[in-house]
């Protein structure tokens, strides 16, 4: 059985505005850094892959994000990278998840954009208004 394939396709036309398939364009603006765009999709994607999971659990869930990071040159190979991203959610999750920190675990490991990242995240969860640690 193969996998599921997903392809996204995005375009900036001559006015610098974004393009995603056939969706409305967005314009985010000379502030708006490729960075930047990076560090939103890191919080929306990971965001969308505790929604996901918590609803296969049964459980819904909703909140924020917020992420940082660092550019420098990478010591392995010269070139200018992320070397540092943290990425800080403060989520709500009702009801209450049995296993809260197996529940982020997964949220982490199957956010699209974090696993292609070469630059190891670190998170921090805030979950139904306590810090949690997966893996610990």
């Known amino acids: 059985m193969s ?14 505005a974004l393009c995603a398939e056939e969706r409305h364009p967005l314009d985010p603006g000379e502030e ?11 919080s929306r994607c990971t965001l969308s892959s505790l929604r996901h999971h918590a609803r296969q659990a049964g459980l819904e869930a909703r909140g924020a994000a917020s992420a940082s990071g660092v ?3 990478r010591e392995r190979d010269g070139r200018y990278a992320f070397v540092e991203i943290q990425c800080g959610l403060d989520v709500t999750v009702e009801p209450p998840p049995a296993d ?20 190891q995240v670190e998170y921090e ?3 139904n208004g306590a810090l949690v640690h997966p893996g610990a």
């Open 125 to 127: 969860w805030r979950l």
């Open 100 to 119: 809260p920190a197996e529940l982020i675990g997964l949220a982490e490991r199957d956010c699209f954009i974090g696993a292609s990242l070469t630059v």
């Open 32 to 42: 708006w850094t490729p960075e930047h765009l990076l560090l939103g999709a890191l």
């Open 71 to 73: 550019v420098t040159k």
């Open 3 to 16: 996998p599921k394939t997903f392809e996204y396709r995005t375009s900036i036309d001559a006015e610098g």
